[in-house]
């Protein structure tokens, strides 16, 4: 298909780990991104990661991107309770950027 | 942080009325988008543009129209507004370059009763 494809919802305890997951569709898109979405407000950028790069690790954050299988994931250490929010993977296609549908991530204390 | 801002943030209004959601962005950035985002969380292309007196339509097809006479204001209008117009609608903004990431506004809530 031609959709970027995320899990709708992971629910974690707080200071576990949290990765979400996203499959692409293009593969020549060069940069692929992680947004997150908290409540009433717009998109945030979390992180990107460069096509030819396998791994990109910032803070808490660590994204992998597996190109031959066009997956790619998110990974929050300790996740806290702000880390609760909606989080958007996209790939740059056509010069725009196509989203997945979200990942609604929900920590509980 | 970006510096990117949608006005009005929350807007309750009746069936007919002509509607004009405004976006301003301080960061010089040719390229300007807005989304309309669903209930259900999908974000949907409607409209973006290049620059100055480009202006072309998304992947979702919209009643709505935009213009982009000035670099930094991306304005998007509804002149007859319906129920179905209901939704939260994103503006963003991103530099030259077809890599460069997309910053949001803080988006506007449209009820239309």
């Known amino acids: 298909g031609e959709d970027v494809e995320q899990s709708l919802f992971l629910s974690v305890r707080e200071g576990d780990s ?5 499959t692409y569709t293009d593969s020549s898109s060069t940069y692929l991104y992680w947004y997150k979405q908290e409540p009433g407000a717009g998109l945030q950028l ?3 990661i460069f096509s030819n790069m396998d791994m990109k690790q910032d803070q808490r954050l660590t994204v992998l991107l597996n190109k031959k299988d066009k997956h790619l994931s998110l990974r929050i250490a300790d996740t806290q309770t702000g880390d609760s929010a909606i989080y958007f993977c996209a790939e740059n296609r056509y010069s725009t950027l196509t989203f997945g549908k979200g990942t609604m991530l929900l920590v509980s204390p | 942080e970006a510096d990117i801002y949608q006005t009005p943030r929350y807007l309750v209004i009746g069936t007919g009325k002509k509607i004009t959601l405004e976006c301003s962005q ?15 969380m999908e974000l949907h292309l409607i409209h973006y543009s290049y620059g100055v007196n480009s202006t072309e339509k998304g992947d979702l097809s919209s009643e ?20 179905s117009h209901t939704s939260q609608y994103l503006c ?8 460069q990431p997309q910053h949001f506004g803080d988006g506007t809530r449209l009820s239309i009763l």
């Open chain 2, 64 to 83: 709505s129209t935009v213009s982009r006479i000035r670099t930094e204001h991306f304005p998007l209008t509804l002149e007859s507004a319906r129920p």
């Open chain 2, 26 to 40: 301080t960061m010089g950035h040719d390229k300007m988008y807005w989304y309309q985002q669903d209930p259900g």
């Open chain 2, 92 to 99: 963003a903004s991103s530099g030259t370059g077809s890599n």
């Open chain 1, 18 to 22: 949290s990765v979400i997951n996203c």
């Open chain 1, 46 to 48: 979390l992180t990107y």
